[in-house]
């Protein structure tokens, strides 16, 4: 109660206006080539991810999709290859399942291969709770600890490359935790669960592990970013009720714009060179952002990055 009414007091309504403000900016675009880097993207089968993958390709990258779904990823990959001729591959695992991601990550270190861009995209939303087999909240899990693990497994790596940017595609939707994570209830077994307030925790956990990987990151030629890929149409949400895929067809898709949005700005801040160097920041789609206050403490940071190593069985 003391840390919602702390961080409510430090709310600036003009980061409000500022958001507002930054969603009908106009994205910059970059048209630079990308020709044999590599890029590994979480959840390229569906929407933002797919569309990302693709756009890459289309600049001469080479593509490692993470996903859960072979068949798709098969199809995917070969899409890719046969659209851009460029490689493309894919790795398959379920976020759902802490081994799946530690599998992947083992399989990028085994590899040795160089990765210039590394894009946390894979996400859900769920109106319902779940309970993951490894006993977290399903989106927690997807969204946080799946970027969390690969990250720390390939942060040294990375490091010593020099040279790579790693992007969360995060959300505006961060702010639906405005009084903070709950740092004593990250499995929602205290409190009423609410879709919104579970997507908004999983969010502002990545922001706040930004935070820690920045800090190990710096002028290191690494750089780490988040970025609101805009409000598009994709498969999120699909999994919900009928209640719930009948307001998100006859309100929200009507109102949402290609994914292909989402797409270019992943290319610009993974590519342009206006971003080279520039770490630890949130993007709405590629306008720099302020934070709000619950999305910056470092306290809360630090805490969250000891209980994630501990839940994911890391050191
Ligand atoms: N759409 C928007 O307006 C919007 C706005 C802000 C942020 N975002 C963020 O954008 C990202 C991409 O979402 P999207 O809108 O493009 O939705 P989407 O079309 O549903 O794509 C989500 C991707 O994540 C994958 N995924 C879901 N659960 C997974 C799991 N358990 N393990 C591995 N992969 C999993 C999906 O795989 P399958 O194909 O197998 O389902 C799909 O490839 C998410 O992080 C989302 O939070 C979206």
Same mark, same amino acid.
């Given at each position: 109660?003391?840390?919602?009414?702390?961080?409510?007091?430090?709310?600036?309504?003009?980061?409000? +206006?500022?958001?507002?403000r930054?969603?009908?900016?106009?994205?910059?675009?970059?048209?630079?080539?990308?020709?044999?880097?590599?890029?590994? #993207?979480?959840?390229?089968?569906?929407? #933002?991810?797919?569309?990302?993958?693709?756009?890459?390709?289309? &600049?001469?990258?080479?593509?490692?999709?993470?996903?859960?779904?072979?068949?798709?990823?098969?199809?995917?990959?070969?899409?890719?290859?046969?659209?851009?001729?460029?490689?493309?591959?894919?790795?398959?695992?379920? %976020?759902?399942?802490?081994?799946?991601?530690?599998?992947?990550?083992?399989?990028?270190?085994?590899?040795?291969?160089?990765i210039?861009? +590394? !894009?946390?995209?894979a996400?859900?939303?769920?109106? =319902?709770?779940?309970? *993951?087999?490894?006993?977290?909240?399903?989106? %927690?899990?997807? !969204?946080?600890l799946?970027?969390?693990?690969?990250?720390?497994?390939?942060?040294?790596? +990375?490091?010593?490359? $020099?040279?790579?940017?790693? !992007?969360?595609?995060?959300?505006?939707?961060?702010?639906?935790?405005?009084?903070?994570?709950?740092l004593?209830?990250?499995k929602?077994?205290?409190r009423?669960? *609410?879709?919104? @307030?579970?997507?908004?925790?999983? =969010?502002?956990?990545?922001?706040? /592990?930004?935070?820690?990987?920045?800090?190990?990151?710096?002028? /290191? @030629?690494?750089?780490?970013?988040?970025? &609101?890929?805009g409000?598009? =149409?994709?498969?999120?949400? $699909?999994?919900?009720?009928?209640?719930?895929? %009948?307001?998100?067809?006859?309100?929200?898709?009507?109102?949402?714009?290609?994914?292909?949005?989402?797409?270019?700005?992943?290319?610009? +801040?993974?590519?342009s =060179?206006?971003?080279?160097?520039? @770490?630890?920041?949130? %993007?709405?789609? *590629? *306008?720099e952002?302020?934070?709000?206050? &619950?999305?910056?403490?470092?306290?809360?940071?630090? $805490?969250?990055w000891?209980?994630?190593l501990?839940?994911?069985?890391?050191e």
């Amino acid at each position: 109660m003391i840390q919602s009414n702390k961080y409510l007091k430090e709310y600036k309504f003009k980061n409000i +206006l500022e958001m507002l403000r930054n969603n009908r900016a106009t994205p910059k675009k970059c048209t630079d080539d990308f020709n044999d880097k590599l890029v590994v #993207i979480t959840g390229a089968t569906s929407g #933002i991810g797919y569309c990302t993958a693709r756009e890459y390709a289309s &600049h001469g990258a080479n593509i490692i999709c993470i996903n859960r779904n072979e068949e798709k990823s098969k199809n995917v990959c070969e899409e890719i290859r046969r659209d851009f001729e460029v490689k493309c591959d894919y790795k398959v695992a379920d %976020f759902t399942q802490i081994s799946d991601v530690k599998r992947a990550g083992r399989e990028l270190l085994e590899s040795k291969l160089n990765i210039d861009v +590394l !894009i946390h995209n894979a996400g859900v939303h769920s109106t =319902k709770k779940i309970l *993951t087999n490894d006993d977290n909240e399903l989106v %927690f899990q997807v !969204i946080y600890l799946g970027s969390f693990i690969l990250n720390y497994m390939l942060k040294d790596r +990375l490091r010593a490359q $020099e040279r790579a940017r790693i !992007i969360f595609v995060n959300s505006e939707g961060y702010r639906f935790a405005i009084s903070g994570l709950k740092l004593d209830d990250l499995k929602w077994k205290k409190r009423r669960y *609410t879709g919104l @307030g579970s997507y908004g925790a999983a =969010k502002t956990a990545q922001l706040l /592990s930004m935070i820690e990987f920045n800090e190990y990151f710096i002028d /290191s @030629g690494v750089t780490i970013n988040a970025c &609101h890929p805009g409000q598009v =149409k994709t498969n999120i949400g $699909e999994n919900n009720g009928r209640f719930y895929r %009948f307001y998100k067809h006859h309100f929200v898709n009507r109102s949402s714009k290609s994914p292909q949005v989402s797409a270019d700005a992943l290319y610009y +801040l993974g590519v342009s =060179k206006d971003v080279e160097g520039v @770490g630890g920041k949130f %993007f709405n789609l *590629t *306008t720099e952002e302020e934070l709000a206050p &619950h999305a910056l403490d470092k306290e809360v940071a630090e $805490e969250l990055w000891k209980e994630s190593l501990r839940l994911v069985g890391l050191e």
